[in-house]
């Protein structure tokens, strides 16, 4: 532990951040760091628990506690070997992950929580700055080839441990760079696309091979493919965006959010597209869905110089602390205001969408929506709604963006091919603990089997189903499990 008394001297702090009306002219990342002093203070006011509740918060088993404790020593070699020994790509997490650990916390009971997500950045931005991250190629090669479908975060994991293991593992990715999401989805301005570049720079330099613009079931078909590897791993993520069928959704002007999003992350690196251009630029924007992707297109559209931004919901307005219904230690639904939310946008819940208005061109004009009562059961969730008389009206809206969230991956070609069965969602079937389909060498994790989750559980899906992969493969594993005893023998 590395204060006895940092809980109760130091308070929860975070890093600095430029304002709002400096940050939306530019796609940086607005995010500081924390100084020696801060970061030492932070890290001093981990409890070292009896219990520590984080670990099990973490999907990926984080030793959160011993970290911390070497932060507070500045020993950074030690806090590097202990977080790296559990995540492959802090870099990721310290950045856009929802920290699950931090709702597990023990201090937050009745205090704010540590902030272990910044002080897993951190560990890694000093790590790398210090020299300590570097490629490892495996010494020993054990010959047999692996192919992982999918570059996001399951597949990077899956093929950094797959490689780790000796194997030669080849990750094909549709798009023209890897990274899945963390590429064409994730906003620079959350995480600026040289980190991800850094990383998949590494993993090649330790043998992986990334095959980009290739997408498999179209360019190489599943016969091909399992002729020509002993085992894949499918990690294409849930792509399929949920669909709202209202009146007008055909009108010029109506988008799913990751057409923008995506659009916008390959005008920020200078890589041209096909697709006609969609600029929030002078426009009333309507973002329908009030999660992370929704608030992504607020703050796009923010820095598009968007005559207005609203975002609504239908779901009922969620509770600013934890209720009996949301126990310590349980992750809580609660209000969350992004930093895109701090930009500037108007927010309302419990909103359905009725019909897309168009003009004479069939061009967007506006939005006709209407306020909703939720009837929930005895624990506070809902069950149905009913529609409030006398609430209809018409939002002006130019631009509206659907970021409802995601159905199941695609199942046209690969998946079609491969005659993997699939569950009552949609997606790849592959029990947890096991990630094996019902085809021989065909293995699935990340959202494509588990359905659409954080970026956290993505890394530890493709760091399990690595694990089944070798046993697979070699009949044993010496890769570690998130259960396992001691995660970091040096």
């Known amino acids: ?170 990750v094909f990715e549709r798009d023209d760079k890897p990274g899945g999401l963390l590429r064409y989805g994730i906003p620079d301005f959350k995480l600026e696309k040289w980190v991800v570049e850094r990383r998949t720079k590494l993993m090649e330099e330790e043998g992986v091979v990334f095959k980009c613009n290739t997408e498999v079931g179209k360019d190489i078909s599943a016969d091909e493919l399992l002729r020509a590897y002993d085992a894949v791993v499918l990690s294409g993520g849930s792509t399929i965006p949920r669909n709202l069928p209202a009146p007008g959704r055909e009108l010029k002007g109506v988008y799913y959010a990751m057409q923008f999003l995506k659009q916008q992350n390959k005008r920020v690196s200078g890589i041209n597209f096909e697709e006609e251009s969609i600029m929030a630029t002078g426009k009333d924007v309507v973002v329908i869905g009030g999660g992370d992707t929704g608030s992504d297109c607020v703050g796009t559209s923010n820095r598009h110089k968007a005559k207005s931004v609203t975002q609504f919901e239908l779901m009922p307005k969620p509770p600013e602390a934890r209720t009996e219904n949301m126990p310590w230690p349980t992750y809580p639904m609660l209000l969350k205001t992004s930093t895109s939310h701090e930009e500037g946008c108007e927010r309302s819940w419990g909103i359905n969408t009725k019909e897309f208005i168009g003009d004479e061109n069939g061009n967007l ?8 009562e939720w009837e929930t059961d005895v624990f506070g969730r809902p069950l149905k709604f009913k529609e409030i008389e006398g609430t209809e009206r018409v939002l002006p809206c130019q631009l509206a963006f659907l970021a409802m969230g995601f159905l199941h991956p695609q199942k046209e070609g690969l998946i079609e091919q491969l005659g993997v069965e699939l569950d009552a969602r949609g997606n790849v079937k592959a029990t947890e603990g096991v990630y094996q389909t019902n085809v021989n060498k065909v293995f699935a994790a990340g959202d494509m089997r588990r359905g659409q989750s954080l970026v956290v559980w993505a890394i530890s899906e493709g760091r399990e189903a690595a694990r089944r992969v070798d046993q697979f493969l070699s009949g044993r594993t010496a890769l570690e499990s998130k259960d396992a005893e001691s995660m970091y023998a040096f």
């Open 365 to 372: 004009k506006g939005v006709r929506v209407v306020d909703v």
């Open 1 to 170: 532990m590395g204060k006895v008394t940092g809980f109760k001297e130091y308070a929860r702090e975070l890093p600095p951040k430029r304002s709002a009306q400096e940050r939306i002219n530019d796609y940086k990342e607005f995010t500081g760091c924390f100084t020696d002093d801060k970061l030492n203070h932070q890290a001093a006011r981990c409890m070292n628990c009896g219990i520590p509740f984080c670990h099990s918060g973490c999907p990926l088993g984080n030793i959160i506690p011993e970290f911390n404790d070497a932060v507070y020593k500045e020993n950074w070699e030690e806090a590097y070997r202990i977080l790296s020994s559990t995540n492959n790509f802090p870099e990721f997490t310290g950045r856009i992950c929802p920290a699950p650990c931090e709702a597990a916390c023990v201090l937050g009971i009745n205090k704010p929580a540590v902030t272990i997500e910044e002080i897993e950045k951190h560990i890694i931005e000093i790590a790398f700055s210090k020299g300590l991250v570097h490629a490892k190629a495996p010494l020993i090669r054990s010959g047999k080839t692996v192919a992982v479908i999918g570059s996001g975060p399951a597949g990077l994991a899956a093929a950094a441990q797959l490689n780790k293991a000796g194997h030669l593992v080849t």
